[in-house]
């Protein structure tokens, strides 16, 4: 069954540094997603991105972050300065119709 | 806002015993529901979701949910539960654009 995949899984960074998150999401899924889990919390939606642009995003989602599908392959969030209260899980997820399929994640640690 | 509540965060229970994980969800309309389940070091996967039709949804694993809609309610339940089912438990709505609305999880421990 394909599969979402997220690089790194784990990713350490100093706070003030830019972050590049990297996901594959399942070939033929139209609809892509970032969600994050800070520990001991919900899993928040971050943003959605259709037709090569975000199509929603949460107030999470400031000018500190952006999102890319460079090549019609990879999807990617970017953290410009991250912060310590950026440490989390980052999942990426996507669909062609509901249910959302979620990669594996990727720990952020803002030191 | 559509929102998600589960509650009793942390359950611990023998093998055998029967699990219910409750979720309510704030929303008047026509609901699309979720549970997703997280195994340790691993990615968040569907167990079971609802659309319409039958109330009483089966999912994988042997886990079901009952849509009770006078209730707001969507619980999630196992009979006999098993080691392997060690996971944290998460229900979501489905809002506007596609997208997920989470509960904070339920934290699920079998003891063997």
């Known amino acids: 069954e394909p599969e979402v995949t997220q690089t790194p899984s784990h990713q350490v960074t100093q706070m003030g540094q830019e972050v590049i998150l990297r996901c594959v999401p399942i070939?033929?899924?139209?609809?892509f997603y970032w969600y994050r889990q800070i520990l001991g919390q919900k899993v928040e939606f971050l943003v959605s991105?259709?037709?090569?642009?975000?199509?929603?995003k949460s107030e999470i989602f400031d000018d500190q972050f952006s999102v890319e599908r460079p090549d019609g392959s990879n999807f990617t969030l970017k953290i410009r300065s991250t912060k310590l209260e950026d440490s989390a899980m980052y999942f990426c997820?996507?669909?062609?119709?509901?249910?959302?399929?979620f990669g594996n994640g990727t720990r952020l640690t803002v030191t | 806002a559509q929102s998600v509540s589960q509650h009793n965060h942390h359950v611990i229970l023998s093998e055998a015993a029967s699990l219910e994980l409750g979720c309510n969800y704030s929303?008047?309309?026509?609901?699309?529901l979720f549970w997703y389940v997280q195994y340790p070091g691993q990615h968040l996967q569907l167990l079971l979701k609802?659309?319409?039709?039958?109330?009483l949804v089966k999912g994988i694993k042997g886990f079901e949910a009952e849509f009770i809609k006078s209730k707001f309610s969507f619980n999630l339940r196992k009979p006999s539960v098993q080691w392997s089912d060690t996971a944290e438990y998460f229900c979501?709505?489905?809002?506007?654009?596609?997208?997920?609305?989470f509960g904070k999880g339920n934290q699920v421990v079998v003891i063997p």
């Open positions: 991105f259709y037709n090569n642009e975000i199509s929603e």
């Open positions: 997820a996507s669909t062609s119709a509901s249910p959302l399929h």
């Open positions: 609802y659309f319409s039709g039958d109330p």
């Open positions: 979501a709505v489905l809002t506007g654009n596609n997208r997920l609305a």
């Open positions: 929303y008047g309309g026509t609901v699309n």
């Open positions: 070939s033929n899924h139209l609809y």
